[in-house]
């Protein structure tokens, strides 16, 4: 495979294609996909392979790969949230899964593509590239595709004038974000929907959390000023909260962020409630004072 030429013989439409993107992704996502985790990282130990072979050539390969890089490039859109919060409806959820195109502008922009990879020597370790390094290429990328593409007026659009169907059906912050603002534009006669009641659970209420040692999740959703609260939260830190909410363990939780233990996950819910702490006396200070 250390041959210029094959570089040419190879279909963008083929598995074989994809490739670049898998050796690309961080190895914190490969790790979590049954398929891209099986996947060599010397080039010889495919070409000898049979078996090897059959698995790049397979639906799931492909899928996992195009999976893990609309992850990667979604958040550059420049909407809130994962990609696994919005439906396969959403427009820009469509556009994340541009893979063809992503391998393209990669090997444009970084050098990156089917060609380096097939002149790499055939008992040679291929490295996993930083993950800083990965998040600015794919920041590059999507800019370029945006503005060669012209997607930025569809963009604006679905900023402007989103549609229920854009979301999962899942009691995530972007939805309830969502569903507070479509009912005061949408609603005659509007009258103020709470957090309790766009996230009422008729089996056990929003208030269940599998770990209970931990109330302190259950209180941030309880009040409606927690829109003003979660505002100066980071997007990560909204993440775990909503996760916490949501039922999953610390476990669960540090597996999805990437943490290499649950004790990670643990600090940063401490923090989260010593900051909120702070803003509830603050409000109540506020309060007596007025």
């Not at 993107?21 to 790790?31: K, S, V």
């Not at 830190?237 to 610390?250: A, F, H």
Request: with cysteine; aromatic share 12%.
């Amino acid at each position: 495979m250390n041959n210029e030429t094959s570089h040419f013989r190879i279909s963008r439409t083929s598995n074989l294609a994809f490739l670049p993107l898998a050796y690309f992704l961080p190895e914190e996502i490969i790790t979590k996909c049954p398929t891209l985790r099986k996947l060599p990282r010397c080039l010889g130990d495919i070409v000898n392979s049979k078996r090897k072979m059959k698995m790049i050539n397979s639906d799931q390969f492909r899928i996992e790969v195009m999976d893990s890089t609309a992850a990667l490039t979604f958040p550059h859109f420049g909407f809130r949230g994962w990609k696994e919060h919005y439906s396969g409806d959403f427009p820009v959820w469509r556009l994340s899964y541009s893979t063809g195109l992503w391998g393209k502008l990669l090997e444009e922009e970084t050098g990156w593509g089917l060609k380096v990879l097939f002149q790499t020597p055939s008992r040679e370790l291929i490295p996993y590239f930083e993950k800083d390094y990965i998040n600015e290429a794919m920041r590059l990328i999507v800019e370029r595709a945006i503005e060669e593409k012209g997607w930025q007026p569809i963009l604006d659009v679905v900023k402007e004038l989103p549609c229920d169907e854009d979301f999962e059906k899942v009691n995530s912050f972007v939805r309830i974000d969502f569903l507070r603002k479509w009912y005061h534009t949408r609603v005659e006669n509007v009258q103020t929907v709470s957090l309790e009641e766009c996230l009422e659970d008729d089996e056990h209420g929003i208030y269940y959390v599998e770990d209970k040692s931990t109330p302190f999740e259950n209180n941030v959703v309880g009040d409606d000023y927690v829109v003003r609260f979660k505002a100066g939260l980071s997007e990560k830190d909204i993440i775990i909260l909503e996760m916490r909410v949501n039922g999953l363990t610390y476990e669960k939780i540090a597996e999805r962020m990437g943490y290499k233990n649950h004790s990670g996950v643990i600090k940063r819910i401490k923090a989260i409630a010593k900051d909120f702490e702070d803003y509830e006396d603050l409000a109540h200070t506020f309060v007596e004072r007025s």
